[in-house]
């Protein structure tokens, strides 16, 4: 079995710093591409940034300058480094991990975790 646990939500006032992580642990063979989604309730999941396994990445407009993603391959674990937060940055955060076990590329889920920007 594969899971994945997020931690490193919470509150913060605006112009403030979270980091976001997510590990992956379980029965793994390889992993690929590894993102960070977010969500309001009403709305749709939207990409916030991703991450290949040769470490190139790709943002969504709204975060770009202002949060960074990166890998630790030995870990298992994908960061999200959220700078210069907005109160519209506020959502809950997934992860999102392709996994690779006996040849099946499967994409799992993080649980989400509560991200809050305000005064």
């Known amino acids: 079995q594969v899971q994945l646990v997020e931690s490193g939500g919470g509150l913060v006032q605006p112009g403030g710093s979270l980091r976001l992580s997510c590990a992956a642990s379980?029965?793994?063979?390889?992993?690929?591409?590894m993102g960070w989604y977010r969500q309001d309730p009403g709305k749709q999941r939207e990409l916030v940034a991703a991450?290949?396994?040769?470490?190139?990445?790709n943002y969504a407009d709204s975060v770009k300058g202002r949060f960074t993603i990166s890998r630790d391959n030995a870990k298992n674990t994908v960061y999200l480094q959220m700078n210069s937060l907005e109160a519209e940055d506020t959502a809950v955060y997934y992860c999102?991990?392709?996994?690779?076990?006996?040849?099946?590329?499967?994409?799992?889920w993080g649980q989400g975790t509560q991200v809050t920007v305000s005064s």
């Open positions: 991450i290949t396994s040769d470490g190139t990445t």
């Open positions: 999102n991990v392709e996994i690779t076990n006996w040849g099946v590329r499967i994409l799992y």
């Open positions: 379980g029965r793994i063979h390889s992993i690929g591409d």
